[in-house]
């Protein structure tokens, strides 16, 4: 098994604290040199609106200014990985948010709304009014069940009866595509079994690891194109899937340390193909994202010289 070197990570180390968005430093400093959570806290507000959503790239694929499902499921885990308190502002304007947007009629909810068209973003955000409440349907995983995930995470703020609804359809959803479910309807899932009460979670952990490997690319030739690469979905030893996955995540991680570029950095492995000038700006915030969220797996494996 590979280590990443203490040059290495000084390299990554100096690339983080030169050019990664202060969100990604915070949370670099939080978890490597005994930064407090509430720097982490404080970068975060920069991305939050008035409604209690996110936005304003807090995605970089979407430079929508306005609050959307996605701002929240690229912030909340910012709030879970340094344990923001339920009485935290932005967590209770999170929630309340996420309450305030659910469709009824659909039970779940939209990944954006219409006016992600009038800004840059890449292709895959683009909003079609024929087929969003389609698509809700269809892969109602992502973003619904991150979003459930998070409720549970802050149950004590959130209405019982709301709850029990919404965590009724995610079970229901999930008992439905659990034979077939791949690629990134997998990982919603992923989060929303770590967050139920363990007497709900225990089958869907069962089914996940049996459709693991349908799920998630283990083939190494494959890591550098579009799929749910091994630490995405086992980002921990602690995981549940790693009993199925140890091999594919010891491996994953290896061909990681090799990745690293000479920048320090890890880079994103995708291309807006469009709006050229925006991505060149969100490319670097994915590295410092990538470069943070890979640097905390290594750690947390005992990977790290």
């Given at each position: 098994?590979?280590?990443?070197?203490?040059?290495?990570?000084?390299?990554?180390?100096?690339?983080?604290?030169?050019?990664?968005?202060?969100?990604?430093?915070?949370?670099?400093?939080?978890?490597?040199?005994?930064?407090?959570?509430?720097?982490?806290?404080?970068?975060?507000?920069?991305?939050?609106?008035?409604?209690?959503?996110?936005?304003?790239?807090?995605?970089?694929?979407?430079?929508?200014?306005?609050?959307?499902?996605?701002?929240?499921?690229?912030?909340?885990?910012?709030?879970?990985?340094?344990?923001?308190?339920?009485?935290?502002?932005?967590?209770?304007?999170?929630?309340?948010?996420?309450?305030?947007?659910?469709?009824?009629?659909?039970?779940?909810?939209?990944?954006?709304?219409?006016?992600?068209?009038?800004?840059?973003?890449?292709?895959w955000w683009n909003y079609d009014?024929?087929?969003?409440?389609?698509?809700?349907?269809?892969?109602?995983?992502?973003?619904?069940?991150?979003?459930?995930?998070?409720?549970?995470?802050?149950?004590?703020?959130?209405?019982?009866?709301?709850?029990?609804?919404?965590?009724?359809?995610?079970?229901?959803?999930?008992?439905?595509?659990?034979?077939?479910?791949?690629?990134?309807?997998?990982?919603?899932?992923?989060?929303?079994?770590?967050?139920?009460?363990?007497?709900?979670?225990?089958?869907?952990?069962?089914?996940?690891?049996?459709?693991?490997?349908?799920?998630?690319?283990?083939?190494?030739?494959?890591?550098?194109?579009?799929?749910?690469?091994?630490?995405?979905?086992?980002?921990?030893?602690?995981?549940?899937?790693?009993?199925?996955?140890?091999?594919?995540?010891?491996?994953?991680?290896?061909?990681?340390?090799?990745?690293?570029?000479?920048?320090?950095?890890?880079?994103?492995?995708?291309?807006?193909?469009?709006?050229?000038?925006e991505w060149k700006k969100a490319?670097?915030?994915?590295?410092?994202?990538?470069?943070?969220?890979?640097?905390?797996?290594l750690k947390a494996f005992g990977?790290?010289?």
């Amino acid at each position: 098994m590979k280590t990443l070197t203490a040059a290495s990570f000084n390299l990554a180390r100096d690339f983080v604290h030169g050019r990664a968005r202060p969100i990604d430093e915070a949370l670099f400093a939080y978890t490597f040199e005994n930064g407090k959570p509430d720097a982490v806290w404080d970068t975060l507000h920069s991305f939050s609106n008035a409604d209690g959503g996110f936005g304003h790239g807090m995605e970089p694929d979407c430079r929508l200014p306005g609050s959307s499902a996605l701002g929240i499921i690229t912030a909340f885990p910012y709030l879970l990985q340094t344990n923001a308190p339920a009485n935290h502002p932005l967590v209770k304007n999170g929630i309340q948010y996420l309450m305030d947007v659910y469709d009824g009629s659909l039970q779940g909810w939209k990944m954006l709304p219409p006016e992600v068209n009038n800004y840059p973003r890449a292709s895959w955000w683009n909003y079609d009014l024929k087929t969003a409440d389609k698509a809700v349907i269809e892969d109602w995983s992502n973003p619904s069940a991150c979003v459930v995930a998070y409720l549970h995470r802050y149950a004590e703020i959130v209405p019982d009866s709301f709850l029990l609804e919404v965590t009724e359809k995610a079970v229901s959803v999930f008992s439905e595509k659990r034979e077939t479910i791949e690629g990134h309807s997998y990982l919603p899932f992923i989060e929303l079994a770590d967050a139920l009460p363990i007497e709900t979670s225990k089958t869907i952990w069962s089914d996940l690891k049996k459709q693991a490997h349908a799920a998630i690319v283990t083939d190494p030739a494959k890591w550098t194109g579009y799929g749910i690469r091994p630490l995405s979905a086992v980002p921990t030893p602690d995981s549940p899937l790693i009993e199925v996955m140890v091999e594919s995540v010891n491996a994953h991680l290896d061909f990681e340390i090799d990745r690293q570029h000479t920048d320090g950095s890890w880079h994103p492995f995708w291309t807006w193909g469009q709006f050229d000038a925006e991505w060149k700006k969100a490319k670097v915030e994915w590295q410092g994202q990538l470069t943070v969220n890979l640097l905390r797996s290594l750690k947390a494996f005992g990977r790290v010289a």
